[in-house]
């Protein structure tokens, strides 16, 4: 049953890949909406 847990830790570090994307597109639109704000201001 190797075969098994390898598959499953191969699993768990591509969803953990995709949650560090997310978070970082997440950032990447705060940002964009912060500067937005900004201009607004100006």
């Known amino acids: 049953m190797l075969g098994s847990r390898e598959a499953r830790i191969k699993r768990d ?4 890949k995709k949650q560090k994307l997310k978070l970082k597109k997440q950032k ?3 940002k964009k909406l912060k500067i937005k ?3 607004k201001r100006k």
Do not use: A, V
């Open 37 to 39: 704000l900004k201009n």
């Open 13 to 16: 570090k591509l969803r953990i």
């Open 28 to 30: 990447l639109k705060l």
